[in-house]
């Protein structure tokens, strides 16, 4: 943290230590790493409920690799975005 301001010289600088100044990286990276997350949860989410409720909305192959419905992936794809919004919310929280 800023420990003091040194107003001798003709700029006002704060002093730092090395510490502090990692600190603050880290918490400000932690910060957007779980705005990111958040948002990404939301999109997941929106998406799974897209699915779940029209199935007709995706296109769908008769060849591929895994058989599930398209329900089935939806809701797997909304679970999945409550789980990333609430990782996000916990890392921007700190917890």
Known sequence: MIEETDTSSETLRPKYRAEDDRTVRAVMLATVVGITFALVGV??????LSAALDDQLYVS??????????????WTLMLLGVIGIALGVATVMGK
């Open 61 to 74: 192959t008769p060849r591929y690799l895994y058989r599930l419905d398209l329900t089935t992936w939806g």
């Open 43 to 48: 999109f997941q989410f929106f998406m799974g």
